[in-house]
């Protein structure tokens, strides 16, 4: 391991390394454990308690004794809101140790989980704590003949199961509009990428958050993530992954009536027109599909391009991917680190071996990487296909730093390409002609439109899919707060 943070070794330093269920650091029921991986080294980082059913058990019955006894459900939006700024100020200060810790877990470039990561995430808690002040909890009905009101209350616990690519920063883009609106939370990391959800833990319990409001269950997906999807004692359910699972927890809730929200995978386009600066398109795109190695579940990873700048586009971007500095996450240098994990290395290299076999050619050839002094990490090259819009890598989401090139020479054509996708999470529309770009814009189906930018996360710009993609509303919005909010109505006749 290279030279950590002295925070950081001695946050390791416990193993296995504890869950945090009802205010206090424990141990799986079961004793059992399991190891997180640096991805840049393939090495061990840590062993990890392996919460099973009896784990999420104590952790939703502790976040249920907390929402009726702790006072945070009743707290005034004001006072909450105090807490959950004193917690992102904890974020922000500790801001280098979550960036080092993510980076070692991920493997994405650390400068990367420190300008972008973990900074967004405090801004998320901010944002959410700042808007629950600003709602009102009882607001008048303008009816003839009652009194009557709408009073806004949170649900109860919340269950929330996330993946591996922004494992902090999905933390906050979950849980924070639950905390705002006054619930409590139940949290399984992914497998891969337990440590900075176990550092929140940490942060929340140090900005005074009252135990039981926020617990942290570590553990594999058909365990601990089945176990907390079919809990009976849960108000919502938000799950952040694969369709495949995605399916699973939504069946699962189904049964016990438990609203879902799902935010799912995505097979995201550019469309390129022919009046852009090429130049400075290659970069963008080349840059959001290298950003955290292609594994982004709304980026750019079909590429339509107008035929009479296809070859120029090619040179240009082929040249930009080509010339990625591949290596460690903690190298100042890199901007493309390892993939997650020896699984999610086989499925990309995998899907380029038989996108190829189906048929594709190759305008930039992909692979395994080889980092000096890194032989046992991840690392994976770019890699740019092109041909039939049937191609499986034209259709199926690879999470990988992959793109497949199309072109067209009519926007009906180009619109209808794009609409073919089963997902529907975001596309974006390069173009000088703001009138075309914005035509286009509306005409793609997805819950994300972009104009001459793709990956645009800003709270208050909500976010969210459709088809494939997810369902039950998106995050980073308004309407998220609301989602953690019902809605109780009180009236009385008027005589
Ligand atoms: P996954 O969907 O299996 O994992 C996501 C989370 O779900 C993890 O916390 C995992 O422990 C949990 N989980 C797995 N099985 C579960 C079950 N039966 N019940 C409850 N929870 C369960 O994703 P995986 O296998 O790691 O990645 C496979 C593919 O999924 C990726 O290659 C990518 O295409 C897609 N994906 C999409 C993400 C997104 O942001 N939309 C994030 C991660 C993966
Ligand atoms: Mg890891």
Known sequence: MPNLNPEVTKFLSHQPLPMYIGGRWTAAATAAAF???????????ARVAAGEAADVDAAVAAAQVAFQKSGWATLPANDRAVILHRLADLITRHQAILAEIESLDVGKPRGQAAAFDVPHAAQTFRYY????????????IALSGFEARTVRLPYGVCGFIFPWNFPFL???WGVAPALAAGNTVVIKPAEDTPLSTLYFAKLAEEAGIPPGVVNVVTGFGDTAGAALARHPGLKRMSFTGSPEVGRLIAEA?????????????????????????VAVVAEALAAAVTLNAGQVCCTATRWLVHEDIRDEFVDKVTATLGAMKI???????????PVVSAKQRAR????????????????????????????????????LLTGDPGNLCAREEIFGPVAYLMTFN????????????AYGLANSVWSRDLDRANRVAEKLVAGNGWINAHNLFTHGLPYGG????????GVLGPETLADYLRNQTVARPLA
Request: proline share 6%.
């Open 129 to 140: 704590a700042d808007l629950a002040v600003h709602t009102r909890r009882r607001e008048p």
């Open 466 to 473: 459709c088809n494939l993609s997810g369902c039950g509303g």
């Open 170 to 172: 999905l933390v906050g």
């Open 35 to 45: 190891e997180t991986r640096d991805p840049g080294t393939g090495a061990v980082l």
């Open 253 to 277: 809730c189904g049964r016990n009536l438990v609203p879902v929200k799902l935010e799912l995978g995505g097979k995201g386009a550019a469309v390129i027109f022919q009046d852009v600066d």
């Open 410 to 421: 009519d926007e009906a054509l180009a619109v209808e390409l794009v609409n073919r996708s």
């Open 327 to 337: 290596g460690y996450g903690a190298n100042p240098a890199t901007n493309l680190g």
């Open 348 to 383: 990309v290299l995998g899907y380029l071996d038989k996108g190829v076999q189906a048929g594709a050619k190759v305008l930039l050839a992909g692979g395994p990487a080889a980092v000096p002094g890194y032989e046992h990490g991840y690392y994976v090259k770019p890699a």
